[in-house]
């Protein structure tokens, strides 16, 4: 039988991200795939949300890796419980390698909203801010009111990290809300946004195999 409890959460995930992305400036934000995507994009497309539109159980090692390389800006990733338990030897490396400006926070409904809201794990007791705790991270903890939202907006925003908190939300159904579809898209727009205009251009690949492209796109040139 599938737990209910967290359709009676207080706390509504919509307006715990409006909360978190509020007079962001220049705060990077990855979202993880799904519905925390959504969450993100409702609070406000911005060309510094790195929406995930695949790669379940990524979203928190993409969030290590902008950090480690941007150590002078503030990351957030915003991601779910359903996704964060694909990945969870993520955490492992996060609290080894200590990334004083990445703050990771899980949206627990305690289900698996893109499949049918089936059960996660954490709707069976599975403490995630325990297991950030034991993985090394310096703050970790889960907020369930409002006032301990609030409390844990302030330390993400100005305290170092590693910081990981799972904000218990309710389990309900939500209009989509999506953010832009091409992948290289947002890719390019991140980036530009994050290193300047030239970025996306400096970044293109040269051409590998140029003989074996064209050989491809024109049949008559094969052998």
């Known amino acids: 039988m599938v737990p209910r409890r967290s359709e009676a959460f207080p706390l509504q995930r919509r307006e715990v991200a409006k909360v978190l992305l509020?007079?962001?400036?220049?705060?990077?934000?990855?979202?993880?795939?799904?519905?925390?995507?959504?969450?993100?994009t409702a609070a406000g497309d911005h060309p510094l949300n790195f929406p995930m539109w695949g790669a379940m159980g990524g979203a928190a090692l993409i969030g290590l890796g902008l950090a480690l390389a941007q150590p002078e800006r503030r990351v957030l990733v915003i991601t779910g419980d359903g996704e964060l338990l694909m990945g969870l030897g993520g955490l492992a490396t996060i609290g080894v390698q200590q990334p004083a400006n990445l703050a990771l926070v899980v949206f627990d409904n305690e289900r698996y909203g893109?499949?049918?809201?089936?059960?996660?794990?954490?709707?069976?007791?599975?403490?995630?801010?325990?297991?950030?705790?034991?993985?090394?991270?310096?703050?970790?903890g889960t907020v369930r009111e409002a006032d301990e939202l609030e409390a844990a907006h302030q330390v993400i925003r100005t305290e170092a990290g590693p910081i990981f908190y799972a904000i218990k939300v309710r389990a309900e159904p939500l209009p989509f809300v999506l953010p832009p579809k091409?992948?290289?898209?947002?890719?390019?727009?991140?980036r530009q946004a994050l290193l300047g205009p030239d970025a996306v251009a400096a970044a293109a690949p040269p051409e590998r195999f140029p003989r074996l492209r064209r050989s491809l796109r024109n049949p008559r040139n094969r052998s």
């Open 182 to 190: 091409d992948g290289a898209h947002l890719k390019d727009r991140f």
């Open 22 to 40: 509020a007079e962001r400036g220049d705060l990077l934000v990855i979202a993880g795939l799904g519905s925390t995507a959504w969450d993100a």
């Open 114 to 140: 893109e499949t049918g809201m089936q059960a996660t794990h954490t709707a069976h007791g599975v403490d995630l801010a325990g297991i950030a705790k034991a993985a090394g991270f310096r703050v970790a």
